[in-house]
């Protein structure tokens, strides 16, 4: 059952980043993942270059991806706590812990290496071509700050399931 609730979180949480592309508008919120080229054309395009948002340092997203997240595998933890057995802090740190970090590694190789490289839908319009997106160096360092980002959200959560 804890496997099977993951594994729907999973490709829900691939649902929301399918529906966040396809047009040049909803491919600038993500642009901080794109290659560095890709962002460089972009910025320096006459039409979406105005529209780029503004660059937030990784601390700001770091804090706000922890924040997301607690909420999240708290929200859950809370709603199906019996289901998932979550008795004591170490049951749901343990259960928290293996799904973030199971969430952060199927984003690096089912979301990011298979589909994002390869989908159409990630594409600007003005630079079609697949090549420019296939170098996955910011997807690789994404995941690397994702596992302590895990960690602690896993460590938070926990303590807000067992406390609640």
């Not at 047009?23 to 919120?29: P, S, W």
């Not at 259960?95 to 089912?110: I, Q, T």
């Not at 979301?111 to 997106?133: A, G, H, N, Q, V």
């Not at 938070?156 to 067992?162: D, K, R, S």
């Amino acid at each position: 059952m804890k496997i099977m609730i993951a594994a729907v979180f999973y490709f829900l949480y691939w649902g929301v980043c399918f529906l966040g592309t396809g047009t040049d508008r909803k491919n600038l919120i993500g642009l901080r993942s794109y290659p560095d080229e890709v962002q460089t054309r972009v910025q320096s395009d006459p039409q979406l270059g105005q529209a780029v948002p503004k660059v937030k340092s990784t601390a700001a997203i770091l804090l706000r991806n922890l924040l997301l997240f607690t909420v999240v595998f708290s929200v859950l933890g809370l709603a199906l706590k019996s289901v998932l057995g979550l008795n004591n802090y170490l049951s749901a740190f343990w259960y928290f812990l293996a799904f973030g970090e199971g969430l952060g590694l199927f984003d690096l190789l089912v979301i990011d290496l298979l589909w994002w490289r390869s989908t159409k839908r990630i594409r600007f319009s003005f630079l079609p071509e697949k090549k420019y997106y296939q170098d996955p160096k910011k997807h690789i360092e994404s995941f690397w700050r994702g596992i302590p980002l895990f960690a602690a959200a896993a460590a938070l959560a926990a303590l807000i399931v067992t406390v609640l």
